[in-house]
């Protein structure tokens, strides 16, 4: 399949509104990788990476991205686009059974139906903390 194929198929499985929310997402996660890439070339007792190693990877545990107990730089290199995916709002919906489908959560998120805590949400690509 060519990429423009796997990306409407991927589009059209996750709920995505455009290209351009799957771009944005594989952009995200190129960056994150690619720090982790450029912590994982410096030495092991350089305090440059151990500070930034700390904070790369407590962000990706908030974020839900990683599991708590992970330490290693080398699992953010294993992340995958579906792993940011998930953690859409529009996505969650659907795993809390709050809807049948993804494309019902975006309607009842367009629709101003969810809140997020106190904060009336309509922004299907927002991204869910685990916080």
Not at 27 to 53: C, G, H, I, M, V
Not at 70 to 77: F, G, K, Q, T, V
Not at 98 to 105: D, E
Request: proline letters at 3%; a positive charge; hydrophobic letters at 40%.
């Amino acid at each position: 399949l060519s990429p423009v194929c796997l990306g409407s198929l991927r589009r059209a499985a996750n709920g995505l509104r455009c290209k351009k929310e799957l771009y944005r997402t594989q952009l995200t996660l190129s960056k994150t990788r690619s720090r982790a890439r450029l912590l994982l070339q410096l030495p092991e007792d350089d305090p440059y990476r151990k500070f930034n190693q700390v904070a790369l990877m407590y962000r990706l545990k908030r974020l839900g991205l990683l599991a708590p107990d992970e330490n290693s730089l080398d699992a953010i290199l294993g992340l995958k686009v579906q792993d940011f995916l998930e953690r859409r709002l529009q996505h969650r919906l659907v795993q809390v059974l709050i809807a049948k489908s993804v494309h019902h959560s975006r309607v009842l998120i367009k629709q101003r139906h969810i809140k997020v805590g106190k904060q009336l949400v309509n922004c299907a690509g927002m991204f869910v903390t685990l916080a």
